[in-house]
């Protein structure tokens, strides 16, 4: 088998290396192979081959294996985009989105490397929305947290720049701006979860009625129990205290300070 290395200038081959078939055929499989290295250096060398040694055959360089897709746009969890302005800073654009300059920074740390200066034209992503607080020379985060009335360190939970001490929260904010999360991003939390639309809120009570309802007429009611009840459960088989409370939805301290006596089978119970 004869061993053929790549020549730059393939006019200088002998001929009978030239147009041998390993030769040829080599070339041939380059060019009708996608995964080749086939290019239009192999190509010059194939057509030189065909006008030379009375042979012909396809010397077009194949198609890519695949497409050169469009870059797709950087990832936005908001979905929201702003483009800057001359003279914009970070608190510029914070105060006109309702967003943190902290996090409108950082969430573009690519295109956005000061806030002090940026350059008009690029086109940012908004973090989310939240509640803002604008800082003052004189505050720290627990005095923003007082005034606010949220829990102690909040703030810093909010803002993730923040150190544990606090001891950033003024310079961070002469580079990023005054505006400072004191709620969680994309909204306020209460801690109570709304109901469905439609429906009211019941007020609070403490688990007493204010409306008796007699026992059943057809069930003993078990000793003790009181007959200041709202509504009655008749015990069945499978019943245990805990099932009963989780069905009837009271407080266990409350079932058993109405019910005394809880032995009883096929009794009213006041749940």
Same mark, same amino acid.
């Given at each position: 088998?004869?061993?053929?290395? /790549?020549? #730059?200038?393939?006019? +200088?081959?002998?001929?009978?290396?030239?147009?041998?078939?390993?030769?040829?055929?080599?070339?041939?499989?380059?060019?009708?192979?996608?995964?080749?290295?086939?290019?239009?250096?192999?190509?010059?060398?194939?057509?030189?081959?065909?006008?030379?040694?009375?042979? #012909?055959?396809?010397?077009?360089?194949?198609?890519?294996?695949?497409?050169?897709?469009? *870059?797709?746009?950087?990832?936005?969890?908001?979905? +929201?985009?702003?483009?800057? +302005? *001359?003279?914009?800073?970070?608190?510029?654009?914070?105060?006109?989105?309702?967003?943190?300059?902290?996090?409108?920074?950082?969430?573009?740390?690519?295109?956005?490397?000061?806030?002090?200066?940026?350059?008009?034209?690029?086109?940012?992503?908004?973090?989310?929305?939240?509640?803002?607080?604008?800082?003052?020379?004189?505050?720290?985060?627990?005095?923003?947290?007082?005034?606010?009335?949220?829990?102690?360190?909040?703030?810093?939970?909010?803002?993730?720049?923040?150190?544990?001490?606090?001891?950033?929260? %003024?310079?961070?904010?002469?580079?990023?701006?005054?505006?400072?999360?004191?709620?969680? %991003?994309?909204?306020?939390?209460?801690?109570?979860?709304?109901?469905? *639309?439609?429906?009211?809120?019941?007020?609070?009570?403490?688990?007493?009625?204010?409306?008796?309802?007699?026992?059943?007429?057809?069930?003993?009611? *078990?000793?003790?129990?009181?007959?200041?009840?709202?509504?009655?459960?008749? /015990?069945?088989?499978?019943?245990?205290?805990?099932?009963?409370?989780?069905?009837?939805?009271?407080?266990?301290?409350?079932?058993?300070?109405?019910?005394? #006596?809880? #032995?009883?089978?096929?009794?009213?119970?006041?749940?």
């Amino acid at each position: 088998m004869l061993n053929f290395t /790549v020549v #730059s200038d393939i006019s +200088k081959m002998p001929k009978d290396e030239l147009c041998h078939t390993c030769n040829i055929r080599r070339l041939a499989m380059m060019q009708a192979s996608q995964y080749s290295i086939y290019d239009e250096f192999y190509k010059e060398q194939l057509e030189y081959v065909y006008a030379h040694c009375g042979v #012909s055959g396809w010397t077009d360089i194949p198609p890519p294996l695949s497409e050169d897709l469009p *870059a797709e746009a950087p990832y936005c969890v908001t979905g +929201k985009r702003y483009t800057t +302005k *001359a003279g914009d800073t970070c608190e510029s654009i914070a105060n006109s989105t309702s967003v943190s300059g902290a996090a409108l920074c950082l969430g573009n740390q690519d295109i956005l490397p000061s806030c002090l200066h940026i350059n008009a034209g690029i086109n940012v992503c908004l973090p989310l929305t939240c509640e803002t607080f604008y800082v003052r020379p004189s505050d720290t985060c627990l005095t923003i947290e007082k005034a606010l009335g949220l829990d102690s360190g909040k703030v810093r939970t909010y803002n993730t720049w923040i150190n544990t001490a606090c001891t950033n929260l %003024q310079d961070a904010t002469e580079f990023y701006g005054k505006n400072t999360y004191v709620s969680p %991003q994309g909204g306020t939390f209460t801690g109570i979860v709304p109901p469905p *639309a439609g429906t009211s809120v019941p007020d609070l009570v403490d688990g007493y009625t204010r409306n008796p309802t007699a026992p059943p007429a057809d069930m003993p009611v *078990a000793d003790g129990t009181t007959l200041n009840c709202g509504k009655w459960h008749v /015990v069945d088989g499978g019943d245990t205290c805990s099932t009963i409370c989780l069905q009837e939805g009271i407080a266990t301290s409350l079932f058993h300070a109405v019910n005394p #006596s809880l #032995s009883a089978e096929r009794a009213a119970l006041c749940p």
